[in-house]
């Protein structure tokens, strides 16, 4: 809970964090407090393995509290805070766990989420094949349930991984589908409203950090413009 606390605190750093912190779920402690984004992304580097060590411990011995791990995995992930190939594997290994939990609990939206994590993981390693059996798996259980935020990520994302693979006929299928539950970027309740946080967040962390490969966030951007033209002129 402490570490949790404190990587809420962290996103809040950033200035940027907005509605992450209700995504990422309140906790009654205040954990470390950091005095800009600057420090935040010095802790949370710092800590990596102390981070990826406890999430294994949740997803083994505490089944129940699966919900942080996965929040914070989908912050961690999408922010590009994990130091080369090395910690990326780790992050790959916690997230297969997270999976296997997910689809062992009685959290309907986990399955799905979990999924998005771990295909944005293996389509920033250049893995599209992984990426869209998570993704098609992930968009058919997030169909099923309710839950927009991963429906509308996730078919964002197939859709550039099938534009990726030269199959943009299908990617506009999916791009029109996400455009459908995104809803208006300015409705802070709306998906697409929550997205745009997201890439603020990932921006304000990775900003001083040559190390940070942001080419993958910005592919997806610019395929997703290129998509919404495509789709308008149908």
Known sequence: MF????LLQAMSATEQAGSLSIHLFAVP??????????EARSWLLAEHTLLVAVFSRVLRDIPGAS???VAALSVIASSGLFAGPAHQRELERVTDH????????????????????????????GDLTAAETDLREGIWRSRAGDDPLTLFMSTRLLSVVLVD???????????????????AEDDPSSPACFAQEVARLFTALSSDRAEVDISAAEHVHEVSVRLRKEAAGR
């Open 3 to 6: 570490l949790h606390a404190t």
């Open 67 to 69: 919900q942080i791990v």
């Open 29 to 38: 402690l205040t954990g470390l407090r950091f005095a800009d984004a600057a």
């Open 98 to 125: 997270a999976v296997a939990a997910a689809d062992l609990g009685d959290d309907p939206a986990l399955p799905s989420q979990t999924r998005h994590i771990r295909a944005w993981l293996g389509f920033i390693r």
């Open 165 to 183: 693979q030269g199959r943009s006929a299908e990617a506009v299928d999916f791009f029109v589908e996400s455009e459908a539950v995104g809803g």
